[in-house]
């Protein structure tokens, strides 16, 4: 595990364009969160979202000396989380689906059983496509969801990673919502 | 056409946007002026916008993180500690995490359970391992994982355990609602565990779905007694108890909070009484598929475990009954001492109950018989599950095969089957024995392999029996089989009498319980509703054998003759009644012409016979299904035939046939949901019946639910392609998809093969088509047809709907329902009579029926 200078770095660099810096700084983002879901889940807190919030925060504390960043790292910190979330999940659902199309798996994990409905695997996996879809046409909106409903970044966090004004963050998001929710179709929901 | 505009979309999208919602519809038109492409794309992203209420407004963040806490690290996977090859992550509970892992030198999987890393080294965490492991290692039971060892390795303690194959509970049901048979049997076991634990003085602490397996085999197995207590610490132990306890009381609220007893919540001090509340949260939540305290926030779910009483599980569930419904809520009493003390006292009722209903089954099983399919030869296996708990041994299995008539005399085939049925009766009656419903059971056809049936149905012993000799000399010759090597454990041949007034099934079931090991001197007499006449007995038996059998009208007549006769010799015998109110009730409307009666006729006596059958017994769920079905075909009392439906289901809650009718029901009533659902358990208890099979897909096509009707009809002509209702099933489909080439062909065929079956269907069908000419020759046909044999009125209406002719239609409908033809009801529903419809005398006819509707939710 490299040291919080190093990683503190890698933020940086990336916070200034750096795309290397981030394919480094995902592996090392998404083992800590991991490590610290563990823990958090075990706790039983009701209140997940804000815990949810609250756990990327703690990992970025954990990983981040503070000395060395602006407050502006924190949000493409968030963003790297986003990114995580996003594979994580869409991954997640499509196991989950094969495993609902190919009959019951062998072995059932003790845990990995419930999380997903399969109503909601779909709708991640739809989402997922058109998603897709968005960013061929308009990459910057793609982002704004992602960091929005991914990362859980509020309008002004998201202006911020990606250097535009709140307004036109939450015109993007609408625009985006009614592109997305047209394209997946009024079935899914 | 020239590509749009993005940014004018976008600009206009968010000007529309800004405007109230009444305002956008006129401002979009008039801003996209004639560009016709700029208008769709605008209008519809501002629509998806509106409508888009809850469409991804929450962040994934929780399900992400769910995931997260759920998938390991799989730190330890792949790595050899001690003899032990790990190889997948299991799950993780409490402070541990569980592997999958081969033990090198003995060649097994087992599971074994680490501490988390974040537990490694912490030395109050360790000793609570070390707790779990001494506390289960106490444990010896079938339902309850075993733990072969606790050992430590380098930084490493883990606990070796058992490796369960299967799911858990919460997947189970998660994925389907557990049939009532399944619920019993499984939470039998989950109880008995119980019981184990309480005896040996250890609560569990965290009983819920999740830490309960289910192997593929149907055994029970709970898990996780990490956060287990022991009350009664053995001396040896006592000192190392005490201060172990003190771990969990210093954690807040470990566990799911779903599942935990008010006192738990309160943090008070925990006794047996504790796991019984979880116990009963478990149960209702098998029963009904909900969770009785499930709501949106924790701090909710708290409060209402605290405070509010459940639903009544009749309310969440169309599976219980009035004593499943006592025990579960004595369970869930809010007040300990009003709870059962223990598992064991919760497990002798249990039990009770089950016994109760097996007695109450082995009678269902011969109307199954009777409404077994007649395509298909189908030799219903039965099977007599007998759980011997010799202080809790391992439970021993045991299947009754269909007796064989071996003797050449086709006269005698009503005799095996009927000693076939009273031997498994009169076992059911017998402690710590249970039938299972037998329409559940595997239908097996061609040559009887004991050994591979008894595999296949995962029990340790199969009874062969055959009847042998001449009308003056017969025997019975019985054998049991031990599956495990094949060999004969038991053997013997009886003397048959069939004037007798102690029929040899008696004996049979003496002997096989005194082999099993499982007779007592208390048991109760089992209660049967048959006959003490020994030809009253007989008749009875040729008569259901002559139902079940029945393909042509003289065996429909047969029956009757048989159960009349019967009725004759014994005019108490409840039974023979409940047979002949099938007869009529149940039969084929076509058929009753060649009986000599009409449709009204037939009811009246299907309905005068099942009176007289409750009136001597009124726990016959078969004369209460016979009953609702006459009230619903001919007396259009939709009420009374609920009720009956309802009190057949609550008597015997695996009779298909009950749920047959009350689907019927629920298909003209509504709502369609739960004509549906009643549909799918009558197939589920039944499902080698074609006639349940046809009749859920129906219950798709009457909710207008054309996809899955469909696919659902596609299936049934492929399992089972002789079976020509399918066909017509389908057909119909096809034409209502406006398909009708298929259709067409299909009813061709079938129609060259049978004219008067078919006659209406094919004409119909090419009127539909629009070919008045072919659908006229057909009409013509069945007219002349008409005048050799009876040919209901309700087919007439079928061609004349084709031809489009209202007047001959509605006439034809008004004498179908006149003649109390019960097909004529379901042009209520019937997706075809849309086109007729509005027609007033149509309506009006529809309106005389007085069906109760009720709305679709």
């Known amino acids: ?189 | 056409m020239k590509p749009i505009d993005q940014e004018r979309v976008e600009n206009l999208f968010h000007a529309a946007l800004e405007l109230a919602p009444a305002d956008r519809v006129a401002y979009i038109p008039k801003a996209c002026g004639n560009d016709q492409s700029l208008y769709q794309e605008v209008e519809s992203l501002v629509a998806a916008f509106e409508n888009g209420n809850g469409f991804i407004e929450q962040p994934f963040l929780e399900l992400g993180m769910k995931v997260l806490s759920s998938t390991s690290n799989g730190t330890l996977a792949g790595k050899q500690v001690g003899s032990y090859k790990i190889l997948s992550p299991l799950g993780h509970g409490g402070m541990g995490e569980v592997y999958l892992a081969e033990d090198t030198r003995l060649a097994r999987k087992v599971a074994l359970k680490f501490l988390s890393p974040e537990f490694v080294g912490d030395k109050t965490a360790k000793r609570q391992l070390i707790k779990e492991a001494q506390a289960v290692a106490m444990l010896d039971h079938p339902n309850i994982c075993t733990v072969f060892g606790l050992e430590e390795v380098g930084e490493h303690s883990f606990i070796v355990m058992q490796y369960v194959e299967g799911e858990t509970l919460a997947s189970l049901i998660g994925a389907r609602s557990l049939h009532l048979n399944e619920v019993l049997m499984l939470a039998d076991q989950i109880i008995s565990a119980l019981a184990e634990a309480h005896a040996r003085g250890i609560i569990h602490r965290d009983i819920k779905p999740k830490n309960i397996m289910v192997t593929p085999q149907r055994q029970i197995k709970v898990l996780d007694f990490g956060l287990a207590k022991t009350i009664r610490p053995r001396p040896s132990v006592a000192e190392g108890a005490d201060s172990i306890s003190q771990v969990s009381q210093v954690d807040v609220i470990p566990g799911t909070v779903a599942y935990m007893s008010p006192e738990q919540l309160r943090a008070e001090k925990l006794d047996y009484r504790s796991d019984i509340f979880s116990l009963g949260t478990v149960l209702y939540e098998m029963v009904s598929s909900k969770n009785p305290f499930a709501r949106e926030t924790t701090a909710d779910v708290i409060s209402s475990i605290l405070t509010s009483k459940p639903p009544a599980l009749k309310d969440a569930s169309s599976q219980t009954s009035r004593e499943i419904e006592r025990m579960v809520r004595k369970c869930l009493e809010k007040d300990r001492t009003q709870r059962y003390q223990s598992a064991s006292e919760l497990l002798i009722e249990w039990e009770n109950y089950i016994r109760a209903i097996s007695v109450q089954r082995s009678s269902a099983w011969q109307f199954v018989v009777r409404w077994a399919t007649t395509a298909v030869v189908v030799l219903l296996l039965v099977a007599v599950l007998a759980y011997v708990y010799l202080n809790w041994a391992k439970p021993r299995t045991m299947a009754i095969l269909p007796i064989a008539n071996e003797t050449g005399d086709a006269n005698l085939d009503f005799l095996a089957e009927g000693l076939t049925r009273d031997t498994i009766k009169e076992l059911s009656g017998l402690n710590k024995l249970r039938v299972m419903a037998y329409t559940m059971v595997s239908g097996y056809q061609g040559q009887i392999d004991p050994q591979k049936i008894g595999q296949e149905l995962k029990v340790d012993e199969v009874v062969i029996a055959r009847i042998k000799g001449a009308r003056d000399s017969l025997s019975l010759e019985a054998v049991m089989i031990d599956i495990e090597d094949g060999s004969q454990r038991w053997a013997k041949k009886y003397a048959l009498d069939l004037t007798t007034s102690a029929p040899v099934s008696t004996e049979l079931s003496k002997d096989l319980r005194a082999s099993l090991g499982v007779w007592s001197q208390a048991e109760t007499q089992i209660q049967t509703h048959h006959s003490a006449n020994p030809e009253a007995r007989n008749e009875y038996m040729r008569g259901l054998h002559s139902w079940r059998k029945r393909d042509n009208n003289y065996t429909l007549k047969a029956a009757i003759d048989h159960f009349n006769t019967a009725i004759e010799l014994d005019p108490t015998y409840a039974e023979a009644y409940a047979g002949l109110a099938d007869c009529y009730a149940l039969g084929n409307v076509v058929s009753y012409p060649d009986l000599g009666i009409d449709t009204k006729e037939a009811m009246l006596r299907a309905a005068r016979a099942a009176k007289d059958a409750l009136k001597i017994d009124d726990t016959l769920a078969e004369a209460h299904t016979s009953l609702g079905f006459v009230y619903m075909k001919s007396d259009r009392n939709w009420h009374a035939a609920e009720k009956e439906f309802k009190r057949a289901i609550e008597l015997e809650p695996d009779y298909a046939l009950a749920y047959l009718g009350y689907s019927n029901l629920r298909s003209l009533t509504g709502p369609q949901s739960d004509a549906i659902a009643l549909a799918l358990k009558a197939r589920e208890f039944d499902p080698f019946s074609p006639v349940m099979a046809l009749n859920f897909c129906r219950s798709y096509y009457y909710a207008r639910r054309d996809a899955e009707a469909s696919k659902c009809f596609d299936k049934l002509v492929e399992d089972i392609p002789g079976y020509t209702n399918g066909w017509y099933g389908r057909a119909f489909i096809q034409l209502q998809q406006g398909s009708p080439q298929g259709a067409i062909r299909v009813l061709e065929d079938l129609y060259a093969k049978d004219q008067r079956s078919a006659a209406s269907a094919l004409g119909y069908a090419y009127g539909r088509a629009g070919n008045y000419d072919a659908a006229r020759r057909v009409l013509a046909e069945m007219e002349n047809l008409s005048k050799k044999s009876y040919i209901p009125p309700y087919e007439f209406a079928l061609i004349y709907l084709g031809l489009k002719d209202n007047e001959n239609t509605v006439f034809w409908l008004r004498k179908a329902a006149e003649e109390k033809f019960a097909t004529t009801l379901y042009i209520a529903v019937d997706p075809i009579y849309d086109p007729i419809r509005s027609d007033p005398r149509f309506s009006e006819l529809v309106g005389s029926f007085n069906i109760p509707l009720q709305p679709n939710h």
């Open chain 1, 1 to 189: 595990m490299p040291s919080p200078d190093e990683i503190t770095g890698l933020l940086v660099k990336w916070s200034k364009g750096d795309q290397q810096a981030l394919a480094e700084l995902l592996p090392l983002v998404e083992r800590e969160l991991h490590r610290l879901a563990h823990s958090y889940m075990r706790r039983e807190n009701p209140n997940h979202t804000l815990q949810t919030t609250a756990l990327i925060n703690e990992t970025y504390l954990r990983l981040i000396d503070q000395r060395k960043v602006q407050w502006q790292n924190r949000a493409h910190f968030f963003g790297i989380a986003a990114q995580i979330m996003r594979r994580i999940l869409s991954n997640y659902a499509r196991d989950q689906n094969r495993v609902k199309r190919g009959g019951r798996a062998k072995q059932v994990s003790l845990s990995r059983v419930g999380i997903l409905s399969s109503e909601k695997a779909k709708e991640l996996l739809a989402l997922e496509e058109a998603l897709d879809k968005l960013a061929a046409i308009d990459k910057r909106k793609s982002r704004v969801v992602e960091l929005k409903y991914f990362g859980g970044l509020s309008v002004e966090e998201i202006a911020e990673v990606l250097k535009m004004s709140p307004a036109t963050v939450q015109r993007d998001l609408n625009y985006a919502k009614a592109w997305l929710r047209r394209e997946i179709g009024n079935e899914a929901y």
